[in-house]
């Protein structure tokens, strides 16, 4: 069943089966999400919004990635407010949905593929999944991680992923808690949680993961407005910022000033 009227998505692929909707992501090979996917994703995510019989949106990436977080070169000043104002505006969508929302898992798991798989309800993964946040690495850091991490793994497990850059293995992300379940088809788990939800009304659904997080989301709203200000005023002025990205783009170590 295709959204009405269907958009021309090239980032993400989209497919409608009640009371299932699932958006996958398609940049290969590594399903970057940029700009264009961003934007891509909030348009599928309001039209899934008001179909009454779906209840349950599913972001899957590739057997190759879920996905290796969000475009590198975005993240410089220049373009830093409108990367951060299109990913969160992803972000916030999810956050509000009221569909419940799994993320399907495979290999890299990372960045803003990570803060994604984060905010979703459920997360199923393959045992060679990997979780992390390397942002540190480039002298920059993940708002939505700094804001939502903590809650869900403990905040001594969130500082160490978030300040040094740490991956957690599968296993890991699943003893921690930032995974529901393991699987080697983690589809096989979507499945299975899908027909438990397609038993269940879509309206008492919404209605209860509205009283769920009616606590997180008011101190999730605060947190990432605050993030975002540190981010913008501050981490994007810094000489460190700059040259993180420019060493990533370059192939090289970066070189630090502190500054």
Same mark, same amino acid.
């Given at each position: 069943?295709?959204?009405?009227?269907?958009?021309?998505?090239r980032r993400i692929a989209v497919d409608v089966q009640a009371p299932i909707a699932r958006i996958t992501l398609s940049n290969p090979p590594l399903n970057?999400?940029?700009?264009?996917?961003?934007? =891509?994703?909030?348009a599928a995510l309001e039209q899934i919004e008001v179909l009454p019989q779906v209840s349950a949106t599913v972001f899957a990436?590739? =057997?190759?990635?879920?996905?290796?977080?969000?475009?590198?070169?975005?993240?410089?000043?220049e373009t830093a407010r409108q990367m951060l104002t299109a990913f969160h505006?992803?972000?916030?969508a999810v956050v509000s949905s009221r569909k419940v929302t799994i993320a399907s898992v495979r290999r890299h798991c990372l960045g803003g593929g990570a803060e994604l798989a984060l905010v979703c309800d459920v997360v199923y993964a393959s045992p060679d999944a990997v979780f992390g946040f390397p942002e540190i690495k480039l002298a920059c850091f993940p708002p939505v991680a700094c804001t939502a991490l903590a809650p869900v793994v403990g905040q001594k497990l969130a500082a160490e992923m978030i300040l040094t850059g740490r991956a957690l293995t599968a296993t890991e992300a699943l003893n921690a808690g930032l995974a529901n379940a393991l699987a080697d088809d983690p589809e096989t788990l979507v499945k299975e949680c899908v027909s438990r939800i397609s038993q269940l009304s879509p309206a008492a659904l919404a209605m209860a993961k509205k009283a769920f997080y009616a606590w997180d989301s008011m101190h999730f709203d605060k947190g990432l407005?605050?993030? =975002?200000?540190?981010?913008?005023?501050?981490?994007?002025?810094?000489?460190?910022?700059?040259?993180?990205?420019a060493a990533f783009v370059e192939k090289r170590r970066p070189r630090w000033t502190g500054r």
């Open positions: 069943m295709p959204l009405a009227p269907k958009p021309a998505f970057v999400i940029d700009l264009e996917m961003m934007g =891509e994703m909030v990436g590739s =057997e190759s990635a879920f996905s290796a977080g969000v475009d590198v070169p975005a993240h410089a000043p505006g992803v972000i916030r407005a605050r993030s =975002e200000q540190t981010y913008l005023d501050e981490l994007v002025k810094t000489e460190d910022s700059r040259e993180g990205i």
